[in-house]
C-alpha cells in the first residue's frame, strides 16, 4: 500500500431493513494515490454512496459496515470509534453533498458552521478561525468573502452555496475529498465552474479526490482512472480513456450508447438499457447484470464472474474475458486490433 | 423592524376594536332583561338599574359610551354583582391565573421540550414508547378530567395535595399540571417528531462529515432547526392555557380570571363576559405577536418586513 | 447438462418481471393502516362505542331519565351488610339511608324511614318487619373512625359485611336515582353526534370555503383569509363561548351548529393550502384546456385529490368537537337537562367527588377512550396516507 493514500479492502455494508438484510456494498477494494481524481460512477443504487460513506464510517442506522477494511494513510478506520472518526472527519477525510441547498445548516451563518469546523479541528482561537474561513471562501472563488462571512445560507445562491460546503470541507487541509455527486443539482453552467475549482483545489492543495457521479460527461471532463459500480460490486476499472475509448464490460458499454454524443455525426439511436438494477436484498448468485446483459450466457446466471485483468489497470467483472468463452468482439479484442 | 412592529400594533387593535364592536351588539341581542333573575324585580328598581347602566339609551349612543370607556381602559362594572367594577375584578384575579399560566408554560417548555427531544434520541427503545404513552394520554385526556382526578386521587385519597384553592407551592401542583399537561404533551410529541425529521436533514450529514461530536450536532445544530414548529405551536399553548383556566380553575376552586369568567356565563353578567372576553383576547393577541417575534429571532429566513 | 457458456435466449418472454399487484388508492391506504395495531384497535374500539352508543339505551331496561330520588347515589359496587333471617341491606353512608339489597347485589328499594332523630343522630328504619337503628352520632367525636353503627331491635349489629357487585345498575345511580351506566350510553349518544355532525359540517364549509379561496386566489383569496385570519386571531373556544352565550338556549343542535361555526377556520386553511399547491399541476392545467367549468375543475379535480388530508383533519376533528362538546357542558354552556352528555354528567359529579367519584370516573373513562380511539385512527390514517412512505 506503500504510496496509496486510501486503500478499501474487500469492503462490505448492508442495510438492516425490517424486510431483511440488504447488501448495497459487495466485496469492493480499490486504491487511491496521492493527488488522484478517481471518478466513481453507476445508475443510483449502485453503491457508489453507500461505499463512500462506508469509508467515512458515516452510514447511519440501519445501515453499517459487514466486512473489510479501509486504510488511510496506512490506518485501518473500520476499527475505530466515533470519537476517533471525529478526528478523521472534516480533518483527513471531507466529504461535500450532493444538494447544496440543503446541507448548510440554515439557521447559522456561513461563517460561524465554517468557523466551528475549523475550531473543531485546528488549535484557534476564534479571530484566526475566521481569517483561515475568509482565505478559503476567497481560495474558492467567493467574491467579496469578508461580508459574505456572515451572511445565512439563504443569502446564497446554489453555486455560491457548493463552493462554501467546499471551502468549508477543505479548510482543515484534508487529504482526501469525496465529493457525491456535487454538480448535479446544479445548473449546467454552474456544474463547470464547481467542476473546475475541484481540479484547482487539487493542483493547488493536492487534495486526492473521488467523485461520485451518474454522468458519464463529469467522469470525461475531470477525472484520471474511473470505476464503474453496479448492484453494488465494482464491474470495470481503468483510466479514463479506456473506459471512453476501450470499454471491456457489456455494462460500461450500455451506460456510454445511453449518453448522447455531440461530436458524432451520425444520428444514431440512444439504447437505454432495459429492465431494473438488482434487488439487493436477494442479490443474484451470477454477475449482477445478466439479467440486463444481452450477451448473458448461462454460466452468468450461476457463478459470479471475477474481475479480469485486460491489461496493467485495466479491470473488467465479466465471464467474457474468459478464456473458454465464446469471443464477442465488443469485449474481447485481443489480437484483433487493426 | 420597527414598521413591522407598528403595522402588527395597528393590526392588533383593529382585531380587538372588531370584537369589541361584535361583542357589543352580539350581548344586545340575546332577548329578555339582562336582570331577569329568579325573584323578579320591582318595575321601579329595575328602571333605577337601567338608568345607571346606560340601558335607556339609544343604541349607537351606548355604544359610543361603550367605546368611549374602553379608550380609558374602563371595561365597566358588573350587572349582577352590583357595584364591582370589571377592572377591579381583572386586578384582583389576573395575578392569579398568571401565576399558574406561568408555571404551566415553563412546565410546557422545560419539560415537555427535553423529553421530546430525549425521545427522538431514544427513538424506538424504552424511553421512547414510555414518553409515547404518556403524551397520548395528556391529549387524548382533557384536562378537565385530568384535574378531577388530580383532585380525587392526590387531593381526597392520599391527601398528598390540598383539596383546593391556592396557599402554598403545593396547591399549585394540581392546577399547574392539568393546565399545562395537554400542551406539554404537545409539545413533547412536536419536538420528537421535530427533531427526527431534523436529524436526516442534509445539514445534519454535512456537520457529521465534517467531524463535530455528537452533542454538539444535536443541541447546535438540530436542536435550533427542530424548534422552529414548536415556536410557532406557542401561540395555540397560550390559547389552549387561557380556555383551559376555565375549566381547570372552577375544579380546583382558585379565584382566578378562568373561575369568575365562567361564573359571569352562568350568571349572565354581560358585562363582566364582556370585560373578561376582551381581555382575554388582548391578551393572547400580544402573546401570538410576541411568539411571532421569537420566531424571527431563531430562523433567519423569516424576516420582519411585510 | 447445460453449456454454462451458452447465451441465454432472450427472445421469447418479455422482460422477466412479474408486474406488481396494482391497487387502488385507498385499498393502498388500507393496506398500510391494517399494519398499525394501535390503529386498528382504535377502529374496533370506536365501532365498539357507536354500537353501544346507538343500541345500548333501547336495551338498556333503565331509562335515561327516570328518577327515583331514594335510591339516589348507589355505588356500583355495595358493601352488604347481614342482618340476619336473610335480610340484607346496604347503607348509603352519606345520606344515611338503608337501602334494602340482596346477596347477589339486586337493590330492591329504600327500606321505610320510621324515626328521624336529627339531634340525637339517629335514624330509625323498618327492614322485613324489624327495627333498624342508623346511629351516627360517632361522627361529630374527634378521632372516630367509623362513621355509623347499626342496631337491630336494639341490639348492636356485629354481622359481616361483604363486597358485590350492583346488579340492578351496573354503574350505580346519581343523585336523582338515575341509572349511570343508561345516562353515560345516551350521553355517549349526544356526544358522538355532536361529534360526527359538527366534523362533517365542518368538512363541507372548509372544504367549499377553502377550495373557493385557494383556487380563486388574487383578491378573493386575500379577503376570504383576512377573513379567517381575523376570527383566527383570539382563541376558538372563546368565540364559540360567547356564541352559546348569546343564542343562551342549549340543545344539541345550537350545541353543534356553534361548533361547526367556529372550527369550519383552521379546515379552510387546510384545504386551502392543499388546493393552491394542486392547481399549478399539470392534469389541473390539462382540464383548463380542456374547457372544464371552474365548478368541475375544483369539485372533480382539486378536492379529490385533496381528500387524504382532509379526511385525517376530519377525523381529528371529531375527538375536537367532543371534547368542545363536554368542555361546554363543564362550564354549564351544554345540553340542558335532562337530556346529557359525557361533559355534563362530568361536570355535576364535580360536586360529590369526595362521596361519589364513580360518578366523574364513568364519564370521564368514556371521555379518554373516545378521544384515544379517534386520535388513534386519525394518527393511523395520517401516516398511511403519507405519500413518503408509499412505496
Known amino acids: 500500500m506503500s504510496d496509496n493514500l486510501l486503500q478499501v479492502d474487500h469492503l462490505r455494508a448492508s442495510f438492516f431493513t425490517h424486510v431483511g438484510e440488504v447488501q448495497a456494498v459487495r466485496d469492493v477494494s480499490f486504491s487511491l494515490k496521492k493527488g488522484e481524481i478517481l471518478g466513481l460512477v453507476g445508475e443510483s443504487g449502485s453503491g457508489k454512496s453507500v461505499t463512500c460513506m462506508s469509508v467515512m464510517k458515516l452510514l447511519s442506522h440501519p445501515g453499517r459496515i459487514t466486512g473489510g477494511a479501509v486504510h488511510f494513510r496506512g490506518r485501518d478506520l473500520v476499527p475505530l470509534g466515533e470519537r476517533e472518526m471525529q478526528q478523521v472527519r472534516g480533518n483527513e477525510i471531507s466529504m461535500v453533498f450532493q444538494d447544496p441547498m440543503t446541507s448548510l445548516n440554515p439557521v447559522y451563518t456561513v461563517g460561524s458552521q465554517m468557523v466551528e469546523v475549523i475550531r473543531q479541528h485546528r488549535p484557534l482561537d476564534r479571530r484566526q478561525a475566521k481569517e483561515a474561513a475568509i482565505k478559503m471562501l476567497s481560495l474558492v472563488g467567493i467574491p467579496s468573502p469578508e461580508e459574505r462571512f456572515h451572511n445565512y445560507p439563504h443569502e446564497f445562491s446554489g453555486g455560491m452555496r457548493q463552493r462554501a460546503l467546499i471551502a468549508m470541507a477543505l479548510s482543515c487541509d484534508p487529504g482526501l475529498l469525496i465529493a457525491d455527486e456535487p454538480t448535479t443539482a446544479l445548473d449546467v453552467t454552474i456544474q463547470a465552474q464547481v467542476l473546475e475549482l475541484i481540479g484547482e483545489v487539487r493542483e493547488r492543495l493536492g487534495t486526492s479526490i473521488i467523485l461520485i457521479t451518474h454522468d458519464l460527461g463529469v467522469i470525461a471532463e475531470s477525472c484520471e482512472r474511473v470505476i464503474v459500480m453496479y448492484g453494488g460490486m465494482i464491474m470495470e476499472q481503468a483510466p479514463v480513456e479506456k473506459i471512453f475509448f476501450d470499454p471491456r464490460n457489456p455494462y460500461t458499454l450500455g451506460l456510454l450508447q445511453s449518453v448522447p454524443d455531440p461530436t458524432k455525426e451520425t444520428r444514431e439511436r440512444l439504447q437505454p438499457i432495459p429492465g431494473s438494477p438488482p434487488d439487493l436484498l436477494n442479490p443474484p448468485r451470477g454477475c449482477p447484470f445478466s439479467g440486463r446483459c444481452r450477451f448473458a450466457m448461462h454460466i452468468c446466471e450461476q457463478r459470479l464472474p471475477p474481475l479480469y485483468e485486460v491489461e496493467e489497470g485495466h479491470q473488467s467483472r465479466c465471464w467474457l474475458l474468459d478464456e473458454a468463452a465464446p469471443r464477442v468482439p465488443e469485449i474481447r479484442k485481443e489480437g484483433a486490433k487493426g | 423592524m420597527l414598521r413591522y412592529i407598528l403595522k402588527r400594533l395597528l393590526s392588533m387593535l383593529l382585531t380587538l376594536f372588531l370584537l369589541a364592536t361584535a361583542v357589543f351588539f352580539l350581548l344586545r341581542f340575546i332577548p329578555g332583561s339582562p336582570f331577569t333573575r329568579e325573584r323578579t324585580l320591582s318595575p321601579e328598581i329595575e328602571a333605577l338599574l337601567r338608568e345607571k347602566y346606560n340601558m335607556d339609551a339609544p343604541l349607537w349612543q351606548q355604544y359610543l359610551d361603550y367605546m368611549g370607556d374602553l379608550l380609558h381602559l374602563d371595561l365597566g362594572t358588573s350587572i349582577q354583582m352590583l357595584g364591582v367594577r370589571v377592572n377591579d375584578m381583572i386586578r384582583n384575579a389576573f395575578p392569579v391565573s398568571a401565576a399558574l399560566g406561568f408555571w404551566a408554560i415553563l412546565l410546557v417548555i422545560v419539560i415537555g421540550i427535553p423529553l421530546g427531544v430525549l425521545a427522538a434520541l431514544k427513538r424506538g427503545r424504552w424511553p421512547d414508547y414510555l414518553i409515547s404513552f404518556l403524551t397520548t394520554l395528556g391529549i387524548a385526556v382533557p384536562s378537565f378530567v385530568i384535574g378531577s382526578f388530580i383532585l380525587y386521587v392526590f387531593g381526597e385519597r392520599l391527601g398528598w395535595l390540598p383539596p383546593g384553592g391556592l396557599y402554598g407551592w403545593r396547591s399549585y401542583i394540581g392546577p399547574v399540571l392539568a393546565l399545562g399537561g395537554f400542551s406539554m404533551a404537545f409539545v413533547t410529541r412536536l419536538t420528537r417528531s421535530s427533531m427526527l425529521d431534523v436529524t436526516s436533514m442534509d445539514y445534519i450529514r454535512t456537520a457529521r462529515a465534517n467531524g463535530l461530536p455528537r452533542g454538539r450536532i444535536v443541541f447546535r445544530h438540530a436542536l435550533k432547526n427542530a424548534l422552529i414548529p414548536v415556536v410557532t405551536y406557542l401561540g395555540s399553548t397560550f390559547a389552549a392555557i387561557i380556555t383551559g383556566s376555565f375549566v381547570v380553575e372552577k375544579i380546583f376552586a382558585v379565584p382566578g380570571m378562568g373561575k369568575y369568567f365562567v361564573e359571569s356565563i352562568n350568571n349572565r353578567d354581560y358585562t363582566v363576559i364582556m370585560g373578561t372576553t376582551l381581555f382575554f383576547a388582548a391578551l393572547y393577541v400580544v402573546m401570538v405577536f410576541l411568539v411571532d417575534v421569537a420566531y424571527a429571532l431563531i430562523d433567519p429566513r423569516i424576516k420582519l418586513q411585510d | ?344 354528567l362530568a361536570n355535576d359529579a364535580l360536586g360529590g367527588i369526595r362521596s361519589y367519584p364513580y360518578l366523574l370516573i364513568v364519564p370521564s373513562v368514556a371521555i379518554a377512550l373516545t378521544m384515544f380511539a379517534f386520535n388513534f385512527v386519525g394518527d393511523g390514517l395520517r401516516d398511511a396516507l403519507d405519500p413518503r412512505q408509499r412505496q
Not at chain 3, 352519606?94 to 339531634?119: C, F, H, W
Not at chain 3, 382563541?235 to 356564541?243: A, E, H, S
Not at chain 3, 351548529?257 to 388546493?275: D, E, K, N
Open chain 3, 1 to 344: 447438462m447445460q453449456n454454462l457458456w451458452e447465451f441465454v435466449d432472450r427472445s421469447g418472454a418479455g422482460a422477466g418481471e412479474q408486474p406488481r399487484e396494482s391497487l387502488t388508492y385507498w385499498k393502498d391506504v388500507w393496506r398500510r393502516f391494517r399494519k398499525n395495531k394501535l390503529a386498528l384497535v382504535g377502529l374496533c374500539l370506536i365501532v365498539l362505542i357507536l354500537l353501544l352508543a346507538l343500541v345500548g339505551p333501547v336495551l338498556s331496561s333503565h331509562s335515561y331519565s327516570d328518577q327515583n330520588l331514594a335510591l339516589g347515589n348507589i355505588p356500583p359496587i355495595l358493601r352488604v351488610t347481614d342482618l340476619g333471617q336473610g335480610s340484607k341491606i346496604y347503607v348509603q353512608e352519606s345520606l344515611y339511608q338503608i337501602i334494602r339489597v340482596t346477596d347477589k347485589g339486586e337493590v330492591l328499594g329504600p327500606a321505610a324511614l320510621l324515626k328521624n332523630d336529627t339531634i340525637g343522630r339517629r335514624k330509625v328504619f323498618e327492614v322485613d318487619g324489624n327495627e333498624v337503628t342508623l346511629d351516627y352520632s360517632m361522627v361529630r367525636e374527634a378521632g372516630s373512625t367509623k362513621k355509623y353503627e347499626l342496631y337491630l331491635n336494639g341490639s348492636k349489629v356485629m354481622g359481616g359485611s361483604k363486597t358485590v357487585l350492583n346488579r340492578s345498575n351496573l354503574l350505580g345511580t346519581d343523585k336523582l336515582g338515575r341509572d349511570v351506566l343508561a345516562r353515560t350510553l345516551y350521553g355517549g349518544r349526544i356526544s358522538l353526534l355532536v361529534g360526527i355532525v359538527s366534523a362533517l359540517i365542518t368538512m363541507l364549509v372548509g372544504v367549499a370555503y377553502g377550495g373557493v379561496s385557494g383556487y380563486e386566489g388574487g383578491t378573493v383569496d386575500n379577503v376570504m383569509m383576512r377573513i379567517v385570519d381575523l376570527l383566527n386571531s383570539i382563541p376558538l373556544m372563546l368565540i364559540v363561548i360567547l356564541l352559546m352565550v348569546v343564542t343562551n338556549r342549549s340543545d344539541v343542535g345550537i350545541v353543534i351548529l356553534t361548533i361547526s361555526l367556529v372550527y369550519w377556520l383552521p379546515m379552510a386553511r387546510q384545504v386551502r393550502g392543499q388546493v393552491m399547491s394542486l392547481k399549478e399541476q399539470e392534469f389541473v392545467l390539462a382540464a383548463k384546456a380542456l374547457g372544464a367549468p371552474k365548478s368541475r375543475i375544483i369539485f372533480r379535480h382539486l378536492i379529490p385529490n385533496a381528500m387524504g388530508p382532509i379526511v385525517v383533519s376530519m377525523m381529528m376533528s371529531i375527538p375536537q368537537a367532543i371534547f368542545t362538546e363536554s368542555f361546554l357542558s363543564f362550564v354549564g354552556l351544554g345540553v340542558a337537562a335532562p337530556a346529557a352528555s359525557w361533559g355534563t
